[in-house]
C-alpha cells in the first residue's frame, strides 16, 4: 500500500532540492542553447538517472557503502570538484568565442555521449547526493513500505525529468539561442565563475 502522504511531502522536498540553483541547472542550460535540443534532453536523462541512484541509494539504505568506507566519499568528492573547476575554466577560456551554429545529432554514439555528460556533471557534485541521503530522507518516514519507497523514487524521475527538461526544450529555441548570443561573454563568464566557486567550494568542504 503508497503512502499518499508521504509520497507528497517527499515530493516537496524534492521540487526544492531539484530546483536550486547548481551544475546541474549551468549544464542544462548551456547546452541547450549552444546544441540540439535532442542532445539538451539526452543531457537531462543523465542528469535524471544519478538523481533516481542517489534517491534509491539513500531509501534503501545504500548510503551506508559511504559510512563504512568515507575515503570512497571523498575520491568522488575531489574527483566532482575537480571536474566542476575545469569545466568553469574551459566556459571562462570560450566565452570570448562566437557562438556556432547549433550542432545537428543524428547519431546513436552522439546521443550516448550526451547522456553521459548528464551523468558525469550530476555524479560531479556529491551534494546532490548528501541532499537525498540526509534532507530528503529525513522527510521519508521509517514505516515506510517497500511500494511507497519505489513510488518516491519513481517520483524523484519525474520532477528531475520535467524540470530539467523543461528548462532543456525553453532554452533550446531558436529565440532563446539568440538571446544567448547576445550576452554570451558575459552569460559564460558568469556560469564559468558560478561552478569554479562551486568545484572549490565542494573541495574544501
Same mark, same amino acid.
Given at each position: ?16 532540492? #531539484? ?28 542528469? &535524471? ?9 539513500? *531509501? ?7 559510512? *563504512?568506507?568515507?575515503? @570512497? ?36 554514439? %552522439? ?7 548528464? #551523468? ?17 530522507? /529525513? /522527510? ?9 519507497? *519505489? !513510488?518516491?523514487?519513481?517520483? &524523484?524521475? *519525474? ?6 527538461? %523543461?528548462? /532543456? &526544450? ?6 532563446? !539561442? ?13 556560469? %564559468?565563475?558560478? @561552478?569554479?566557486?562551486? %568545484? ?6
Amino acid at each position: 500500500m503508497i503512502d499518499i502522504s508521504a509520497v507528497f511531502t517527499a515530493s516537496i522536498v524534492c521540487v526544492a532540492g #531539484v530546483m536550486s540553483p547548481g551544475p546541474n541547472f549551468v549544464a542544462v542550460t548551456h547546452r541547450a542553447v549552444t546544441s540540439s535540443r535532442t542532445e539538451a534532453l539526452a543531457l537531462v536523462i543523465g542528469i &535524471v538517472l544519478v538523481n533516481s541512484l542517489w534517491a534509491s541509494a539513500a *531509501l534503501f539504505g545504500l548510503g551506508a557503502i559511504f559510512t *563504512l568506507f568515507p575515503w @570512497l566519499f571523498w575520491s568522488v568528492k575531489l574527483l566532482g570538484a575537480s571536474y566542476l573547476i575545469w569545466f568553469g575554466i574551459v566556459l571562462l577560456r570560450r566565452s570570448g568565442n562566437p557562438l556556432p551554429a547549433k550542432s545537428v545529432m543524428n547519431t546513436h554514439s %552522439g546521443f550516448i555521449l550526451a547522456v553521459r555528460d548528464g #551523468v558525469v556533471t550530476n555524479l560531479s557534485n556529491p551534494k546532490s547526493m548528501i541532499f537525498y541521503a540526509s534532507v530528503f530522507s /529525513a /522527510a521519508v518516514p521509517a514505516s515506510a513500505s517497500f511500494s511507497t519507497l *519505489l !513510488a518516491m523514487v519513481v517520483m &524523484v524521475a *519525474l520532477i528531475a525529468t520535467f524540470w530539467y527538461g %523543461g528548462v /532543456a &526544450v525553453v532554452l533550446s529555441s531558436e529565440r532563446a !539561442a539568440n538571446i544567448y548570443r547576445k550576452g554570451k561573454p558575459t552569460i559564460e563568464r558568469i556560469c %564559468g565563475c558560478f @561552478l569554479i566557486i562551486f %568545484g572549490l567550494r565542494q573541495a574544501i568542504k
